[in-house]
């Protein structure tokens, strides 16, 4: 079945930088790749998804860039702020069900 | 969050006792879904329905159960065979065929004492 790697677990930055996560795919049936933004105690929530008849997406300072030949999919956040400390899940969808990565704890220190 | 609603936000339960989760959603949504989320891991699947009276296992089904009696409604059972039932529980929900987006619920904390 699918399988999503995540990486890294942690990552730490400083207000203004840019910070990028990884993931990568094992089934090349994957045709949706979303991300979802979990602060702690709540929900999961859609901050930006990509379909794999696309390369790249962007939304402001959130960008999801597509490579389905070697199967693996970035998020990269631009101009990080404190309020993007939370933590960050990829997802791949396969006949109609996500398949979730392990999660990457974001902190960005002022 | 959207328009999905848990409850209870906490709930604690002695070692044994079945527990159910409540979830409800207003996005006029065909699929639900409930998933465990344990510290350091990511989301697993434990049961999804596409539609009303129908549903399926996901990857860790044992010692939960499920119904789908309404649209609106997929309550979760975890049952007293569930062998580690702490944890963080989440449902979803999605427009099937079509749009794979799923959008999360608040969350329910069990804590089983």
């Known amino acids: 079945g699918e399988n999503v790697e995540q990486h890294p677990s942690t990552l730490s930055v400083q207000e203004g930088d840019s910070a990028v996560i990884k993931c990568t795919y094992s089934d090349s049936a994957s045709n949706y790749f979303p991300w979802y933004k979990q602060e702690l105690g709540k929900g999961p929530q859609l901050i930006i998804d990509i379909r794999s008849n696309v390369g790249e997406k962007k939304d402001q300072r959130i960008a999801v860039t597509l490579n389905k030949t070697a199967k693996h999919f970035s998020l990269h956040i631009t101009e990080t702020q404190p309020e993007d400390s939370a933590v960050y899940f990829c997802?791949?969808?396969?006949?109609?069900?996500?398949?979730f990565g392990q999660g990457t704890e974001l902190s960005v220190k002022p | 969050d959207g328009g999905i609603t848990q409850s209870p936000k906490y709930l604690f339960r002695k070692e044994g006792q079945n527990v159910t989760l409540s979830c409800e959603q207003n996005l006029n949504h065909d699929a639900m879904y409930w998933y465990r989320q344990d510290p350091g891991q990511g989301l697993r699947l434990i049961y999804y329905?596409?539609?009303?009276?129908?549903?399926q296992k996901g990857d860790i089904a044992e010692g939960y159960s499920v119904s789908r009696e309404k649209k609106e409604s997929f309550p979760l059972t975890v049952t007293s065979a569930q062998k580690n039932p702490t944890a963080f529980y989440l449902c979803a929900s999605s427009i099937p065929r079509g749009s794979d987006t799923q959008y999360f619920g608040p969350g329910t904390r069990l804590t089983v004492l």
């Open positions: 997802a791949a969808s396969i006949w109609g069900k996500l398949i």
């Open positions: 329905s596409q539609i009303v009276n129908d549903f």
